[in-house]
């Protein structure tokens, strides 16, 4: 791997960071929260860094395979790292590995945090977190190709690697135009969620807090009861609606901006995630009904929660652990499920899991006729050996990866039920689990040592596994 083209990169990287940091200079001086100072400080500290890393390492050698994925894995390391600053400096975390975690955590789009108080967290401070979500959602590399032009060359290769999915929807020939118009539907849908929110009463402020949280899929709020604080059955209906539209491939969104609505139907992968989300709502709905009096209240919160979890959005309306265990069941089943490939959700994937369902029935219908053949399909295209291979041990890696990171979480004196939901929900970049992390719960009072394994689930779950994984491996790093 080209080391020095991967921290040339990463300067130009950390210089954009450094702008990104100034975002919530506005907040602190309308607010008045004293915190701009540490926002400048933080900056000046990226922006150093990577204006060194350019000044040390000026070669533009072409990026390969290699670089990008050690690029991608690297940014968000270094991001997550920088990106904490704000949450030492202000005091909001004393910790630097819980803040580190909680960066981390902001930019994977997870949601996990270690703050127990947010009333007493700095308006600005509460900005950058969110604001971390919004940027991790879409992809800082998919950012980076789209106005960066340090990024131009090779830029397929960090596209691949970045965004979540088995396949890479290349919406124009340059892949600069794939990233800008990946963007601008993301910009666009998040500015019509910013203006429904502020139509139900929500203050300017925290609309765009919430909206950038949302389409993120990441869970940040401004409130310490999430969205059941913020405004009435009028915003969870909204916050619903986005979080659903979050979890959908954007390049379908794309195509309806275009006029083509009917792109969303013709996905299988759309109609099975449809089919799985509704379904889930119908029966925790219905057993819910122990806990509710008011159908609609019920309708309502098993709707937001569903899709909250299942989107991998992480807001909360209600205590899910109050609910039936087999409510419960499903929630947990759903954070696997997580949202569709080029959506800002986490989890495996709706399209890997259908295609392991297919793969499944077709392994079956050959033991029954084996001369007749069959080919494995999915949008009347057949599917090669080669991506159920890749799906076969995606879903191996990360089974393998919750199992021992469960293992790990235990053998720190976690409880069982809170050491696997604190790891799927981490992995699958949710936020909230169950037991001692629940959705009225947190992460600060587990073990800095569970706090660093925890961050690293949620950049393994970002990164859709293989990413990361590949740089462990001795040839990588060979020539």
């Given at each position: 791997m080209n080391l020095r083209l991967t921290l040339r990169i990463q300067g130009g990287l950390l210089l954009f960071l450094a702008g990104m940091l100034l975002v919530p200079l506005p907040f602190s001086f309308w607010y008045r929260d004293g915190a701009w100072l540490w926002f400048v400080l933080s900056a000046s500290l990226s922006a150093a860094i990577g204006l060194l890393l350019l000044r040390v390492f000026p070669t533009r050698a072409e990026l390969t395979v290699r670089e990008g994925f050690g690029v991608v894995t690297l940014a968000w390391v270094l991001f997550a790292a920088f990106g904490a600053l704000p949450f030492l400096f202000t005091g909001t975390i004393a910790s630097p590995i819980q803040a580190y975690f909680e960066s981390m955590s902001g930019f994977t789009t997870t949601g996990s945090t270690v703050i127990t108080d947010l009333n007493v967290v700095p308006e600005s401070v509460l900005v950058w977190r969110s604001l971390t979500q919004w940027l991790g959602g879409m992809g800082i590399i998919v950012l980076s190709l789209a106005i960066l032009p340090i990024l131009g060359v090779?830029?397929?290769?960090?596209?691949?690697?970045?965004?979540?999915?088995?396949?890479?929807?290349?919406?124009?020939?340059?892949?600069?135009?794939?990233?800008?118009?990946?963007?601008?539907?993301?910009?666009?849908?998040?500015?019509?969620?910013?203006?429904?929110?502020?139509?139900?009463?929500?203050?300017?402020?925290?609309?765009?807090?919430?909206?950038?949280?949302?389409?993120?899929?990441?869970?940040?709020?401004?409130?310490?009861?999430?969205?059941?604080?913020?405004?009435?059955?009028?915003?969870?209906?909204?916050?619903?609606?986005?979080?659903?539209?979050?979890?959908?491939?954007?390049?379908?969104?794309?195509?309806?901006?275009?006029?083509?609505?009917?792109?969303?139907?013709?996905?299988?992968?759309?109609?099975?995630?449809?089919?799985?989300?509704?379904?889930?709502?119908?029966?925790?709905?219905?057993?819910?009904?122990?806990?509710?009096?008011?159908?609609?209240?019920?309708?309502?919160?098993?709707?937001?929660?569903?899709?909250?979890?299942?989107?991998?959005?992480?807001?909360?309306?209600?205590?899910?652990?109050?609910?039936?265990?087999?409510?419960?069941y499903i929630l947990v089943g759903l954070m696997f499920v997580g949202g569709c490939a080029g959506s800002t959700g986490g989890g495996m994937k709706n399209v890997r899991v259908l295609l392991l369902v297919k793969h499944s029935f077709l392994q079956l219908s050959r033991l029954i006729h084996p001369r007749r053949v069959r080919l494995l399909k999915i949008d009347q295209k057949t599917v090669s050996d080669e991506v159920i291979q890749s799906i076969l041990g995606f879903f191996a890696l990360y089974i393998g990866i919750f199992v021992f990171a469960s293992l790990g979480m235990a053998a720190l004196g976690v409880d069982q039920v809170t050491a696997g939901a604190s790891v799927i929900a981490c992995l699958s970049n949710i936020g909230p689990g169950l037991g001692q992390v629940g959705p009225t719960d947190n992460f600060a009072h587990l073990p800095e040592a569970g706090h660093v394994l925890l961050?690293?689930?949620?950049?393994?779950?970002?990164?859709?596994?293989?990413?990361?994984?590949?740089?462990?491996?001795p040839s990588f790093w060979r020539k």
């Open positions: 090779g830029g397929m290769q960090l596209f691949e690697a970045e965004v979540p999915g088995p396949t890479t929807d290349r919406l124009r020939p340059r892949i600069q135009d794939t990233a800008k118009l990946l963007w601008g539907v993301y910009f666009l849908i998040t500015a019509a969620e910013i203006a429904a929110l502020m139509l139900g009463g929500v203050s300017f402020y925290e609309a765009v807090c919430h909206a950038f949280t949302t389409m993120a899929t990441g869970g940040f709020s401004t409130r310490n009861g999430s969205i059941a604080e913020l405004g009435g059955s009028y915003v969870h209906v909204v916050v619903t609606f986005f979080m659903f539209l979050a979890g959908v491939n954007f390049s379908l969104h794309f195509q309806a901006l275009r006029g083509r609505v009917g792109g969303y139907f013709r996905s299988e992968e759309f109609r099975f995630y449809l089919v799985v989300l509704a379904s889930s709502v119908l029966v925790v709905f219905l057993f819910n009904f122990r806990v509710y009096e008011d159908p609609l209240t019920n309708l309502r919160d098993s709707a937001f929660q569903v899709t909250s979890l299942m989107t991998t959005t992480g807001y909360g309306t209600a205590d899910y652990e109050l609910w039936p265990v087999l409510a419960q961050s690293f689930c949620m950049l393994v779950g970002r990164l859709e596994v293989f990413t990361v994984l590949v740089l462990v491996f």
